[in-house]
């Protein structure tokens, strides 16, 4: 059990660690899902029908077709061969579709790596063709997927459909997801609480601009755009606001509250992590960051938000001279009127100072 207690009184909050953790996990699920880009890929395939004749077949056996998989696909009135197949051409001339063909083949990054020892991150990135694809890893690549799929199509026997074939690769996705996510529940948290100050910026008439975390080119801020702007918020440094204060996305600290002189009045850490043995070591990060933060400036006012803060961190906490105020991230999650008001009265208040 995790417990929060309050600097006036002792609050239990019961299967805290498992609240945070599904909560956390259901935003992280939607915004992986943009930042994949699952559902683009209809429609870069599509894209590529106009020039489907210019893709010869002939060696599909020494790419991982089988003949069965290949005619009925051949013979399908809803199925384009460079829809399911994956042609070593085609993903040399656009490498981002690997991850397309990869999903439908059911395969994660990392199963790829095992069974042919090609790491597909970059790859399945690079939106701006930087990086060519080799000629061996294509075959091989072509090879792996297709006789994945040819399998997929056997066993159907021969009665895939397009939407079938849609919901293989949303499934490779979310599975793709939900590998990620062991890892990423402190990442989600800052994020989250990231989107909250954005959304309440918006509210606030002060939200002005998205600072990109490359180039110097700022994105005003769109309400039409927003939820896109949400989606990838890891793309941004931070965010401008109308009164020429900044927010800035970092680590250590993970958000800084700068003033209309660039001065820092703020800063927060984020702590999401639900393990209780963790707690101790979780505060020592944040301290860190705090003393750091203070040794620049003395009067910066420091914010913890954390989740599963246990009895021996909360007396650390009520103790420490580095902690100006500290935050239960499940009762700011859940939007309890109380905790999430005063979070984000906290917050800009400090924006607005002179």
């Not at 935003?27 to 599509?46: G, P």
């Not at 085609?90 to 990054?109: D, G, K, M, T």
């Not at 800084?256 to 639900?274: A, H």
């Not at 989740?307 to 420490?320: A, K, P």
Request: one cysteine or more; glycine letters at 4%.
């Amino acid at each position: 059990m995790c417990i929060y207690l309050g600097k006036a009184n002792i609050v239990t909050i019961d299967k805290e660690a498992n609240r945070i953790n599904y909560r956390l996990r259901s935003t992280f699920f939607y915004r992986k899902l943009k930042e994949y880009n699952t559902l683009s890929f209809s429609a870069k395939i599509d894209a590529l029908l106009p020039v489907k004749q210019l893709y010869i077949w002939d060696d599909r056996a020494n790419w991982g077709i089988g003949e069965d998989a290949f005619t009925y696909v051949s013979n399908h009135s809803n199925l384009e061969l460079i829809q399911v197949f994956c042609h070593p051409k085609l993903i040399r001339e656009h490498s981002i579709l690997l991850a397309y063909y990869r999903n439908i083949a059911a395969l994660s990054q990392k199963a790829v790596n095992y069974l042919v020892g090609i790491n597909l991150k970059k790859l399945e990135t690079d939106e701006q063709n930087q990086f060519p694809l080799a000629e061996d890893k294509a075959f091989v690549l072509s090879r792996l997927f297709n006789e994945h799929i040819s399998l997929i199509i056997d066993s159907s026997i021969e009665s895939l459909t397009e939407k079938e074939l849609y919901g293989i690769l949303l499934a490779s996705t979310g599975t793709q997801i939900d590998g990620s996510w062991r890892n990423a529940i402190g990442e989600e948290a800052e994020k989250i609480v990231q989107r909250l100050l954005i959304k309440e910026a918006k509210e606030l008439k002060l939200l002005t601009a998205f600072i990109p975390r490359t180039g110097t080119a700022i994105e005003l801020y769109n309400s039409d755009n927003l939820e896109q702007q949400l989606g990838n918020i890891q793309s941004y440094r931070g965010i401008m606001l109308a009164n020429h204060t900044s927010l800035l996305f970092s680590k250590e600290p993970d958000i800084s509250l700068l003033n209309n002189q660039g001065i820092t009045v703020g800063v927060i850490e984020i702590k999401g992590g639900t393990d209780p043995a963790g707690a101790l070591e979780r505060y020592g990060a944040a301290k860190k960051s705090f003393e750091e933060a203070l040794r620049i400036n003395p009067e910066v006012k420091t914010i913890l938000v954390a989740s599963c803060i246990t009895t021996e961190v909360n007396t650390r906490i009520e103790n420490d001279s580095t902690i100006s105020t500290y935050f239960n991230l499940t009762e700011i999650l859940t939007e309890q009127k109380l905790q999430y008001k005063n979070f984000i009265q906290e917050v800009f208040s400090l924006l607005q100072l002179e």
